[in-house]
């Protein structure tokens, strides 16, 4: 009888769970659902890179951490710049022409970043890849705004938080791993999540800039 009652109460606890989950996914847009797709698998190929950039750049180059941080924080005020910029030609040029330049520059910089041999050259390479592959980001944030009715904008910038911070838990575990076998492996994964990222979303992320995809408002 126990048994019973715990098998039952826990059919009842997922076939709820489900429900919910359901109820959520047709209250928004599913391109929306697809930009949280896009989102997650960008995030998650810098989650797998970042955590280890200091391990890497002091093993192949033989420095010192004053060396790390000169690099980390030029690379910060590259991607200030990259944000800036972003904002202003996602209005330009598209949310979604934005989005697909970020992912094609995140793919090709972290190929470049396993192959370049000099600190000054990969130092010139943090720098641009600061500004180009953040130039994506405002158009993100722009996309959502465009897909979603005022009332569901808070909801909807909190699933894609909730995408952001899965993406970021388990990248370090997965770049851990490839990590063991060589660095370099770690940034062919995440060029190669990158490519499969640009494909997705250049064949199923819509434009949402409102000229061409309007708002409902009804909902």
């Known amino acids: 009888m126990c048994d019973y009652w715990i098998y039952t109460t826990t059919m009842t606890f997922i076939s709820k ?10 209250e928004y847009p599913r391109s929306f659902w697809t930009l949280i797709g896009v989102t997650f698998i960008d995030r ?3 989650a797998l890179l970042f955590p280890f950039f200091a391990l890497y750049i002091t093993e192949k180059f033989t420095v010192g951490m004053t060396e790390v941080g000169v690099l980390f924080a ?3 005020a590259s991607s200030f710049i990259g944000s800036f910029l972003g904002g202003a030609l996602s209005d330009r040029f598209g949310r979604k022409g934005m989005v697909i330049f970020s992912l094609i520059s995140t793919s090709v910089s972290s190929v470049l970043m396993g192959l370049v041999n000099s600190l000054e050259a990969f130092f010139v390479l943090a720098l641009l890849v600061g500004i180009f592959t953040d130039t994506g980001g405002p158009a993100y944030n722009a996309m959502i705004t465009d897909m979603l009715p005022e009332k569901k904008r808070a909801q909807g910038f909190g699933l894609v938080r909730v995408a952001f911070n899965l993406s970021v838990t388990i990248g370090p575990a997965i770049g851990g791993f490839l990590s063991t076998y060589h660095y370099s492996t770690t940034g ?5 999540l990158a490519m499969v990222n640009l494909v997705f979303a250049f064949v199923f992320l819509p434009e949402s800039k409102p000229t061409d995809f309007p708002i409902d408002t009804s909902s």
Request: charged fraction near 5%; glycine fraction near 14%; hydrophobic fraction near 45%.
């Open 17 to 26: 769970q489900q429900q919910k989950i359901s109820g959520l996914y047709h």
């Open 44 to 46: 998650l190929g810098g």
């Open 74 to 76: 030029a690379f910060s």
């Open 188 to 192: 062919f994964v995440a060029a190669t």
